[in-house]
Nanobody, 123 residues
Framework: VQLVESGGGSVQAGGSLRIFCAVSGYTRIRNCMGWFRQAPGKEREGVAQISTTASTYYADSVKGRFTISQDNAKNTVYLQMNNLKPEDTAMYYC??????????????????WGQGTQVTVSS
């Protein structure tokens, strides 16, 4: 599976962005899909994930502000980010796990990764 992120950019605190992950290699998404982020000098952290049954899970730091969704007709996974904060600044990566279902939101269990899209939030 190939993953290509897009939609990143710069926004002021309190603003919104929607980032995209185009999934190719399948006729429809049949993986647990996740979003991760990594800020300079920090470890990669899980942001959100969605299973093929549309079950979702969010990191506490983004709960209530971010929404993960997917459109199987477009083979695209989205991350809607609202009320952005400067601490959300990071490179955001889309990832696919070779499983229909999601368990832990940890990078070690994900198999395929995109190249990332930068999100910068200014105060």
């Amino acid at each position: 599976v190939q993953l290509v992120e897009s939609g990143g950019g710069s926004v002021q605190a309190g603003g919104s962005l929607r980032i995209f992950c185009a999934v190719s290699g399948y006729t429809r998404i049949r993986n647990c899909m996740g979003w991760f982020r990594q800020a300079p000098g920090k470890e990669r952290e899980g942001v959100a994930q969605i299973s093929t049954t549309a079950s979702t899970y969010y990191a506490d730091s983004v709960k209530g502000r971010f929404t993960i969704s997917q459109d199987n007709a477009k083979n695209t996974v989205y991350l809607q980010m609202n009320n952005l904060k400067p601490e959300d600044t990071a490179m955001y990566y889309c990832a696919a796990r070779r499983s229909l279902y999601c368990t832990v939101l940890a990078g070690s269990v994900y198999n395929d990764w995109g190249q990332g899209t930068q999100v910068t939030v200014s105060s």
